[in-house]
């Protein structure tokens, strides 16, 4: 499905008149990303932007967070040639009910009827179907983590560490703006450079990871959130956990694609 929607981003089907379509809306803290499934729960369509408009799960900039969730939505429907009507959306689980609200009126306020929201964890499993493990989203501002027995997540969490951090370390250690940095990591040909600088970072993420999945018997731990991108850090999770580590081809896309799958028997047929 992760590969699919990287095809369907850079090439949207078209789809019929009356086509029931399902809309998942991740506001991430760095990025803000729709993603969007025919009946049969294939993408179809995918979009994204660099956005600075939560900081760990709240909304800060509420009314350039609706815009960028309108333009997004224009250009899906645009590509798609119908309207996009209802979504889902999901939440850092260490949230408060209120900053939960303010994510679902920004999707809201956009032009969405939203039919679901679940913690962005929870969601994630729906791509990957985990039936034991813990599930860990490294997003832009947090560190989401869920541990998940016989198909049942028993235990959730969520601390501020995440995609930003790493940022604003790259961003002191070589005096540079924070914006500049974040060009520099997320350019894959400067990793190699970078690397030594964000290791402790790594390090901070996984003895998160460690200190919440204790007591639990967790033998599998996966990694999604765009942060999970990094190359080798489920290595540095692994070692520092002492638990097997994995990751998806684009950890970035498995919770949009949750969410969107998560509209099923959530709209009215």
């Known amino acids: ?9 850079e090439k949207p089907l078209k789809q019929s008149p009356g086509t029931q379509l399902y809309t998942g809306v991740d506001l991430g803290t760095a990025y803000i990303v729709i993603v969007v499934l025919d ?39 645009e590509q798609l040639g119908v309207e996009l009507s209802v979504a889902a959306t999901a939440f850092p689980p260490g949230v408060s ?24 964890p929870s969601v994630a499993n729906r791509v990957l179907g985990i039936t034991d493990g813990a599930i860990v989203d490294i997003g832009g501002g947090t560190t989401g983590i869920a541990i998940v027995k016989n198909g049942e997540v028993v235990y959730v ?12 370390v790259l961003a002191g250690a070589r005096r540079i703006p924070f914006t500049d940095a974040e060009a520099i990591k997320a350019d894959p040909r400067n990793y190699k450079e ?18 919440h999945i204790q007591g639990h018997k967790v033998r599998d731990i996966y990694l999604v959130g765009g942060t999970s991108c990094l ?4 290595t540095v999770v692994e070692k520092h956990t002492g638990v097997k580590t994995t990751k998806p081809s684009n950890p ?18």
């Open 231 to 234: 190359p080798g850090i489920e």
């Open 252 to 269: 970035l896309l498995v919770t949009p694609l949750g969410i969107a799958m998560s509209c099923l028997n959530n709209v009215d047929q």
């Open 194 to 211: 970078i690397q030594p600088l964000l290791i402790p970072v790594m390090e901070k993420v996984a003895a998160i990871i460690k200190r």
């Open 157 to 168: 969490a969520d601390e501020p560490t995440g995609g930003t951090h790493f940022t604003l």
């Open 39 to 77: 009946s049969m729960l294939r993408p179809v369509a995918g979009a994204m932007q660099f956005a600075q408009v939560v900081r760990d799960g709240l909304v800060v900039e509420y009314m350039e967070a609706i815009k960028i969730v309108q333009n997004l939505k224009a250009l899906l429907e």
């Open 1 to 9: 499905m992760v590969r699919k929607l990287e095809e369907v981003i």
């Open 97 to 120: 009910i209120g900053d939960r609200q303010s994510i679902k009126y920004v999707v809201e306020a956009a032009g969405f009827e939203v039919v679901k929201m679940d913690d962005e």
